[in-house]
């Protein structure tokens, strides 16, 4: 590939993988990286005794318990494309960090397990794919395990998530008779192989009707049944239509299983064909485009002691326009200064390497003393911002404490640092005689994360007292209204920023106060517009 600019940017991918916890989203992720020629050997969550982890699982508490509790940034060459990865958390407690990585995503693929269909959480994440309109491709995961009907889960998929669906390939047979699947558009044969999955014969046909199929599959009920499937599809289903593909209203389905290694590969080439190369971002100033030459980008993560022995933080910066270059100074929007960037990286999960250039489309890693948040805009020229993060409100609550108090010094730096990640958001109380600090989560496996991270990176015990409250309001009006309000109100903390949020035990208690006080505005997140 040529090196100008366009033919830079165009090769990028940058996809998330959503799904279900326990799909197969890490096993996924680990083949796509051998097959990039990323890793050598692909890692599996399942072998939890053995020593080898999935790569993309890096931190300690994920290796313990066989579950992606943050998102990792993956990337790797194929033939003349630069693939940037972003795998999520599977886990629900985990869905903030996930929707902020879905804003750094061009694209997304979303695995389904072929016995469970679309679960509960893949429909969450579906939902925020939708409202974003990126592309969705699906792969539909074990198919060397019994499981529901293709016809069926295309059925689900239209009827549970409200898309339509096209088959890219096609299986024949399922589980212990699983025989092979299809390519409708490379009109040839995959051919699955019990004995060793990864051995994969291709074998050109020239449609369902070929003769060889009734030979190589050898078994004529299986094989009738697929016919008659093909007709039907070709008869009753939903058209190939790439426009419909790229608004996100129409999703080319993938069959295979991703331990066995089997459709994989020929996932990620149909993939990073049809796939979009970056897209415009919404600015306060308007659309900012990728082939824009003026460089620009937004922070969504930031991820503290990813290398435990320097005790680093590093900001997770999607470049959306321009080249970024080592050294370079740009504008911090939200801070109003000027700053070289130094220090810049990429990623292979924890491992990374120091990068000279980058391009729209990529994800690099900033060294970040403490000047950077969640949804930072950094600009070459101007002073314009991205749309704000998504955010949620927490749902869950604990009063927290140090338990020595000769390490109050690190459990303030722990607790400072892991609030800046946006996993926990730390409150303390207001107009009470003894100051408390309560830290507020959407899922409550974030209590055990804060406790394990808290103790291993920073040698730290606390001690997490349950609260009763379920919702937080942050709140604006006009003084008196608000003086008024806190007289009556004992459950009032402020924010880092130091805003004033109401907790609220039920739905019942937070609409009582917002019919008593008409004039106070009560705002699901931090975001306050006036």
């Not at 096609?170 to 060793?196: C, S, T």
């Not at 009734?214 to 009738?224: A, M, P, Q, R, S």
């Not at 930072?376 to 140090?402: K, Q, Y």
Request: net charge negative; charged share 30%.
């Amino acid at each position: 590939m040529k090196n100008s600019y366009e033919q830079q940017v165009q090769s990028r991918k940058t996809f998330a993988i959503i799904s279900h916890p326990d799909a197969g989203k890490t096993t996924l992720t680990e083949k796509l990286l051998y097959f990039g020629g990323a890793i050598r050997e692909a890692g599996t969550v399942k072998g939890r005794k053995n020593s080898k982890h999935a790569m993309s699982d890096w931190m300690e508490i994920e290796k313990q318990r066989g579950i992606s509790v943050t998102s990792s940034v993956l990337e790797f060459q194929y033939d003349d494309y630069h693939v940037n990865i972003l795998d999520t958390p599977g886990h629900e407690d985990f869905s903030e960090d996930t929707y902020r990585t879905l804003t750094a995503a061009d694209s997304a693929t979303m695995l389904i397990d072929v016995a469970k269909g679309v679960e509960a959480q893949t429909i969450k994440l579906f939902k925020v794919c939708r409202m974003r309109g990126i592309p969705i491709f699906t792969f539909i995961n074990k198919l060397d395990r019994q499981g529901k009907e293709p016809f069926e889960l295309m059925e689900e998929l239209e009827d549970v998530l409200g898309i339509r669906s096209y088959p890219m390939n096609w299986p024949i047979g399922m589980g212990q008779d699983f025989k092979a699947v299809y390519d409708r558009h490379k009109k040839r044969l995959e051919l699955y192989n019990h004995e060793n999955p990864s051995n994969i014969d291709i074998i050109s046909i020239s449609g369902p009707d070929d003769p060889k199929i009734d030979e190589i599959i050898n078994d004529e009920g299986l094989v009738n049944q697929f016919r008659e499937e093909m007709e039907l599809l070709d008869v009753a289903g939903d058209q190939y239509d790439k426009e419909s593909i790229d608004n996100g209203k129409l999703t080319p389905i993938f069959f295979g299983s991703a331990i066995s290694n089997f459709g994989v590969q020929t996932f990620l080439e149909h993939f990073l064909e049809m796939a979009p190369s970056p897209t415009p971002r919404k600015s306060n100033e308007g659309v900012v485009d990728p082939l824009h030459q003026k460089f620009s980008g937004f922070v969504f993560k930031i991820q503290a002691n990813m290398n435990p022995a320097h005790r680093d933080r590093i900001a997770f910066l999607r470049i959306t326009s321009g080249v970024f270059k080592k050294g370079m100074n740009v504008n911090h929007v939200r801070l109003g200064k000027n700053m070289k960037l130094a220090q810049p990286t990429q990623f292979l999960a924890q491992s990374r390497n120091t990068v000279e250039e980058a391009y729209a489309g990529d994800i690099i890693g900033l060294f970040d003393p403490g000047t950077f948040r969640i949804g930072d805009t950094l600009v070459e020229n101007g002073s314009f911002e991205f749309d704000e993060m998504p955010h949620f409100s927490p749902e869950h609550f604990c009063a927290i404490s140090v338990k020595d108090a000769l390490k109050h010094k690190s459990y303030e730096k722990g607790i400072r640092q892991l609030t800046e990640e946006g996993a926990i958001q730390l409150f303390q109380t207001y107009q009470k005689a003894v100051e408390q600090q309560i830290v507020g989560v959407v899922g409550v496996l974030q209590f055990e994360v804060l406790e394990h991270r808290l103790k291993s990176e920073y040698k730290v015990d606390i001690r997490l007292e349950r609260l009763p409250f379920s919702y937080a309001r942050w709140i604006s009006g006009e003084k008196k209204d608000i003086e008024a309000f806190s007289r009556t109100q004992r459950n009032l903390v402020k924010d880092r920023d130091d805003r004033l949020v109401a907790l609220f035990e039920n739905d019942f208690q937070m609409r009582t106060a917002e019919g008593k006080y008409p004039n106070i505005k009560f705002y699901e997140n931090s975001f306050i517009k006036e």
